[in-house]
């Protein structure tokens, strides 16, 4: 099993859509999630953490299921400057200590385009 | 916020040729990272480093190398490029442990096309 896999997509979805994309991770010791958004040709930008109590930013709803080793990210309204990659970060430390010790493992992300 | 920067945006170089891609922060962050991104296959860890002239290595290290002289500076260093190195390279920084307060910026990317 991949340690981080999503959702393959791609989503095509219409404007004012709710789309939900998931995000399952292997290691029970993962220790902070994230979500990022890709757009085309661009790097990576953060969109939001992902908390164990659940988080909201606006239309985006982030959701952590330690039980069942996945998260989630909730788009509600979806507009048109929403289409891009949505990429899931998982994150524990390496087996050895130090500074920088930590594994991130990012998973191979879901395209969304959202349809006018 | 961090800005991080590569030098190159587009790069073609030539099998055999090397290759440096630089990267520069400018927020004294200790981990800087080096990643490939290639359709289908996502991002992978090529090299990351901890601290001045500390390294370790990622996922796929073979046939690259890196160089962190400077806290801000990390290279990555293609010694004979090749053809299966086309892919854009993703440099990244942060600052101590990765939390929901510290989190990973990338730069901008280089695209690096190898003939």
């Known amino acids: 099993r991949k340690e981080v896999e999503q959702d393959p997509g791609p989503f095509n979805v219409p404007e004012g859509a709710t789309v939900a994309f998931n995000c399952t991770y292997s290691?029970?010791?993962?220790?902070?999630f994230f979500w990022y958004r890709q757009d085309c040709r661009k790097e990576p930008k953060l969109l939001m953490s992902v908390y164990s109590s659940g988080n909201e930013d606006g239309r985006f709803t982030a959701q952590l299921n330690r039980a069942s080793q996945y998260i989630s990210l909730l788009i509600r309204d979806s507009k048109l400057s929403d289409s891009a990659t949505y990429l899931c970060?998982?994150?524990?430390?390496?087996?050895?200590?130090?500074?920088?010790?930590?594994?991130?493992?990012f998973g191979k992300g879901t395209k969304l385009s959202v349809i006018p | 916020d961090v800005k991080v920067t590569q030098s190159s945006r587009y790069l073609v170089k030539r099998t055999g040729e090397k290759v440096f891609l630089e990267c520069v922060q400018d927020?004294?962050?200790?981990?800087m990272f080096w990643y490939r991104q290639d359709p289908g296959l996502g991002l992978r860890l090529i090299y990351f480093s901890y601290d001045v002239k500390m390294k370790e290595k990622g996922d796929i290290p073979e046939g690259y190398s890196v160089s962190r002289e400077k806290k801000e500076r990390f290279s990555l260093i293609l010694e004979s490029a090749s053809t299966n190195q086309t892919s854009m390279y993703l440099c990244a920084a942060l600052r101590g442990a990765i939390s929901g307060a510290n989190v990973l910026t990338f730069g901008a990317g280089s695209r690096l096309t190898v003939l």
């Open positions: 970060v998982v994150t524990r430390r390496r087996d050895y200590s130090g500074a920088g010790s930590y594994q991130l493992t």
């Open positions: 290691n029970s010791a993962s220790q902070s």
């Open positions: 927020m004294d962050h200790e981990n």
